[in-house]
């Protein structure tokens, strides 16, 4: 299959240095922070990539790269392949790209925040098809935002109200209305549930796999909550300190994770079937990011580091389990995957 | 039979527009606030006054053929000497004092609404530009904002005055004065806009439905007009209403210094400071008069624009 979305080599770094005058009164470097370092990975038409990964290991800057809203210090961007960043990027036209933007939408973390709040749904909804080159006559447009409200399980006549009048779960299928109007093909969500009560994210999950399913979409899904993950990914990335640690289907990286990484982020998830006995908690802190470790990011937090995962950094490469991993002990057999009967 | 029935709808929609806008917030607020009240009360009635001078008031003051010097420095009608039909008395050319007011309040208002809205218009593209655009042009624009803050309003506005009077022939002035005098003052309020406007701009930009508009691939121009500037006005309207008090004033004031409006189109300012003249020789109605009416605007705006401020504070609800 072929991807639709192809990442190389990214990496963004953000200057958060201190004021110029206060770096050259008071003596200050010059701050650089390695949000996403490294990053390749991609995602074949109509399959969902989960991004998991603890807060600030750079999965929300993947997804801003890809939309657009960050320009990458450095790799490739393709989509369908047009490139939409890097070296490729200049050769191709920007109507092009323009083209290739607009077939991908963003559904955003929190649903109180990503509608306009002095704007009717029906005007949010409309938005993005009045953005386009060629615009389509108004009554057009008014039944197409019907059909959008509807497909997302809403009245027409909640086209008339504003935000405030909604629920999270409500609002966000607002915001999945709008991401569908353009007819994307690529959806980035940026944790699209973890702001709604759990009962109500079960409901826009199962409407995003829906419309997967019938529209052909193609999803982004960025998420903290391995649950969630597990429930509509087919594949499956582990973020950590701004690089893929593992990378696998998500079948095998739950039975057989393979990075030590991914095994504590598996073991901390409570499980009904293991009630009494203790769990092992994600123990140590994300280092600073302004002030990475050498070699493995890892290796403060790893039961399993030696001098060489102190001294160079790992690289992706096929594990056994069929996904990639990047660890200095599973590639030298030190740590074998672990096999599905011990979860 | 088609046309009644979308008549009847249209009038049914503007019944319950008109329903809604009864029951919001704002005018609920109002509703409970008599100060609001009596303050637009005021208000009302001293534009209207001024609007519709030329109609209502007893006198056309600055009609030489209707002017009477034998009508000079009459007392207002409740003081012994007074002459018939100046109720407010008359100044030292037999003007009506009631006349002048309402004329002149014609003048300071107007003053007042233009400076302020060039103000505003300036000001909210300045803040809206440097808030969103950040960075270097957010500095030069700041910068540039901070310079002009250093100078008091009345300096500013008396040097541009200066600077026109001297670049422009002398029979021209008393046609651009006015220009001039709500451009000077303009220029020294557009900072406080800017300011309001690129703190909250800086606030809303960094929104996720700003960001959505922008993954939409809404131009920056678009995003500040439809976006932003509306999540932006409400602190700008409470400063636009507190300021048109302040502009009536800073034009009184340049006025009474007699830089401000000529002599010919007087304004309240210009009417405190020639009745000043009079004011030790017993003939105090000819400043006092004009100086209640001023005071009386001022006050009314500045009531409802701390009314207003407060009814827009969710934090005060």
């Known amino acids: 299959m072929s991807a639709l979305v192809r990442l190389t080599d990214v990496a963004r770094t953000f200057d958060v240095s201190a004021p110029w005058l206060d770096r050259a009164l008071g003596g200050k470097a010059r701050a650089l922070l390695r949000a996403v370092d490294g990053v390749s990975f991609e995602i074949p038409r109509g399959e969902t990539l989960g991004l998991v990964g603890e807060s600030g290991c750079g999965k929300s800057t993947v997804a801003r790269l890809i939309v657009g809203l960050h320009a990458p210090s450095r790799g490739t961007i393709e989509y369908d392949g047009v490139a939409l960043a890097g070296p490729g990027a200049d050769s191709v036209p920007a109507g092009r790209r323009r083209q290739a933007r607009r077939s991908m939408q963003m559904i955003f973390q929190d649903p109180y925040a990503s509608l306009n709040p002095r704007w009717r749904v029906s005007d949010i909804v409309a938005e993005p098809i009045l953005a386009q080159d060629a615009r389509p006559p108004g009554a057009a447009i ?35 209305a709008r991401a569908l109007a353009t007819e994307p093909a690529f959806i980035v969500c940026d944790e699209p549930t973890s702001a709604l009560d759990v009962s109500v994210q079960a409901q826009v999950l199962n409407l995003m796999r829906d419309l997967q399913r019938r529209l052909g979409l193609t999803y982004l899904f960025i998420s903290h909550n391995l649950a969630v993950v597990h429930h509509v990914a087919d594949r499956v990335g582990v973020m950590y300190l701004g690089r893929i640690v593992e990378i696998a289907p998500t079948p095998s990286l739950f039975a057989a994770p393979a990075h030590p990484y991914t095994r504590m982020l598996l073991d901390a998830v409570p499980d009904l079937r293991m009630t009494g006995t203790a769990r092992t908690a994600v123990t140590g802190e994300v280092p600073n990011p302004l002030d990475p470790p050498s070699g493995c990011s890892f290796h403060p937090r790893c039961p399993f580091a030696d001098a060489r995962c102190r001294s160079e950094i790992p690289m992706l490469r096929d594990a056994s389990t069929g996904g990639k991993v990047a660890c200095h002990a599973v590639d030298e057999g030190r740590l074998a995957p672990r096999t599905p009967a011990v979860r | ?133 950040g960075g270097r042009i957010d500095a030069t624009i700041m910068r540039g904002a901070d310079v002009q803050l250093s100078f008091p309003a009345i300096l500013i506005a008396l040097l541009i005055d200066g600077v026109a009077r001297a670049v422009l022939p002398h029979e021209s002035h008393g046609e651009v004065a006015i220009a001039v005098l709500i451009l000077a003052i303009a220029a020294s309020n ?82 405190i400071r020639i009745g000043n003249d009079f004011l030790f020789s017993g003939e105090w109605w000819i400043t006092v008069f004009p100086g209640a009416a001023l005071v009386a605007i001022v006050l009314a705006i500045n009531l409802l624009g701390d009314w207003l401020r407060d009814a827009l504070n969710p934090k005060l609800r």
């Open chain 1, 142 to 176: 008014g039944e197409r935002v019907r059909g959008l409200l509807a497909q997302v399980g809403l009245a027409a006549a909640d086209g008339a109200k504003y935000p405030h009048q909604f629920s999270g779960g409500q609002r966000q299928r607002i915001s999945i």
């Open chain 2, 190 to 271: 557009w900072v406080q806009y800017a300011r309001t406007v690129r703190g909250s701009t800086m606030v809303e930009k960094g929104k996720e439905y700003v960001q959505a508009a922008r993954v939409i691939g809404i131009s920056p121009l678009g995003i500040m007009r439809r976006h932003l500037m509306p999540n932006v006005m409400g602190p700008v309207l409470v400063l636009a209403t507190i300021n048109i008090a302040t502009a009536i004033v800073i034009e009184a004031t340049l006025s009474f210094l007699g830089v401000g409006v000529p002599p010919t189109q007087p304004s309240l300012g210009t009417l």
């Open chain 2, 1 to 133: 039979m088609t046309a009644s029935v979308s008549d009847v709808v249209v009038a049914g929609r503007f019944a319950s527009k008109a329903r809604a806008a009864w029951d919001s917030d704002l005018l609920w607020s109002f509703r409970r606030s008599p100060v609001a009240i009596v303050a637009f009360a005021v208000l009302v009635a001293c534009v209207a006054g001024a609007v519709f001078a030329p109609w209502i008031a007893p006198q056309h003051p600055y009609d030489l053929a209707s002017l009477n010097l034998l009508d000079a420095l009459a007392p207002p009608a409740w003081v012994s000497g007074s002459k018939p039909g100046f109720l407010l008395g008359t100044d030292d050319q037999g003007r009506d004092v009631l006349s002048t007011i309402l004329f002149g309040a014609r003048i300071s208002l107007f003053v007042g609404i233009a400076s302020v809205a060039l103000a505003a218009a300036v000001g909210i593209g300045a803040g809206l530009v440097a808030g969103y655009a």
